[in-house]
């Protein structure tokens, strides 16, 4: 769906992933999505986002080369742009870590590469780790997903191993690590992505995995949050999704 962000003026295409103002054309299939990982979840391929040459302004639906600004509108398709990983968003303090060969969120001052885990780390951990090598080249052992290029961030244990920040026992559910500070990371993505018209009364019930509460949240595609406790660890509580107010 498109939606108009307030001072842009500019439909700014929004998905669960990403906020631009332009379509990638798939090199694989042709065909136009708002981002890779969309493709990956409708199409049954993957999308190699490296060998992306097109794009189309989402506000004058010109195709073109790909690039950050609209050849025939100049429009921005986004606030940053690698044009490496092709990869447009709204500014999240983005930077290209040539080693690691994607993108990661930044500040960049506030992370380090560390060459034998070959992986891009939090500034106090350099020195304060145990290094094992090529350590991100390989999927979260409770989650199964690749790490390296996951866009929710690893958490280093003390033997060395990384595991998704997001992770949870697989036994009772409960956050395994001390959340606050994704959580907080979260609030923030939330705030800067308005879900359309449609969606903006919505409301959900939902059950929280951490402190076990049932409660009500509105609704949105980045998360549900547990007005206890604050987490994002939840689950949606039977039921559709309803206009506030309604019973």
């Given at each position: 769906?498109?939606?108009?962000?307030?001072?842009?003026?500019?439909?700014l295409?929004?998905?669960?992933?990403?906020?631009?103002?332009?379509?990638?054309?798939?090199?694989?299939?042709?065909?136009?999505?708002?981002?890779?990982?969309?493709?990956?979840?409708?199409?049954?391929?993957?999308?190699?986002?490296?060998?992306?040459?097109?794009?189309q302004?989402?506000?004058?639906?010109?195709?073109?080369?790909?690039?950050?600004?609209?050849?025939?509108?100049?429009?921005?398709f986004?606030?940053y742009?690698?044009?490496?990983?092709?990869?447009?968003?709204?500014?999240?303090?983005?930077?290209?870590?040539?080693?690691?060969?994607?993108?990661?969120?930044?500040?960049?001052?506030?992370?380090?590469?560390?060459?034998?885990?070959?992986?891009?780390?939090?500034?106090?951990?350099?020195?304060?780790?145990?290094?094992?090598?090529?350590?991100?080249?390989?999927n979260?052992?409770?989650?199964?997903?690749?790490?390296?290029?996951?866009?929710?961030?690893?958490?280093?244990?003390?033997?060395?191993?990384?595991?998704?920040?997001?992770?949870?026992?697989?036994?009772?559910?409960?956050?395994?690590?001390?959340?606050?500070?994704?959580?907080?990371?979260?609030?923030?993505?939330?705030?800067?992505?308005?879900?359309?018209?449609?969606?903006?009364?919505?409301?959900?019930?939902?059950?929280?995995?951490?402190?076990?509460?049932?409660?009500?949240?509105?609704?949105?595609?980045?998360?549900?949050?547990?007005?206890?406790c604050?987490?994002?660890?939840?689950?949606?509580?039977?039921?559709?999704?309803?206009?506030?107010?309604?019973?």
């Amino acid at each position: 769906m498109a939606a108009v962000e307030p001072g842009l003026g500019v439909a700014l295409l929004k998905c669960s992933h990403y906020s631009r103002s332009c379509r990638l054309q798939a090199p694989c299939c042709g065909n136009f999505y708002i981002c890779r990982l969309c493709h990956d979840d409708m199409e049954n391929h993957q999308m190699d986002r490296f060998k992306v040459t097109q794009v189309q302004c989402a506000k004058c639906e010109t195709i073109q080369q790909v690039k950050k600004t609209c050849e025939k509108c100049k429009t921005v398709f986004g606030e940053y742009y690698c044009d490496i990983c092709h990869l447009f968003d709204v500014d999240k303090k983005q930077y290209h870590c040539p080693p690691c060969g994607i993108c990661r969120i930044g500040p960049k001052d506030d992370f380090f590469h560390c060459v034998k885990c070959n992986l891009c780390l939090a500034t106090h951990l350099r020195g304060n780790h145990k290094c094992v090598e090529n350590v991100s080249r390989q999927n979260c052992s409770v989650c199964m997903e690749d790490i390296h290029t996951s866009r929710i961030g690893a958490h280093v244990l003390t033997c060395g191993h990384l595991l998704h920040k997001a992770y949870r026992c697989p036994l009772c559910m409960q956050s395994a690590v001390d959340m606050t500070k994704y959580w907080e990371e979260l609030d923030l993505e939330i705030a800067q992505t308005a879900m359309p018209s449609d969606y903006q009364n919505m409301i959900v019930k939902i059950m929280c995995n951490d402190c076990q509460l049932h409660s009500t949240t509105p609704f949105h595609v980045l998360g549900l949050k547990c007005s206890g406790c604050g987490s994002y660890n939840t689950a949606q509580d039977g039921g559709p999704i309803s206009a506030e107010g309604e019973q």
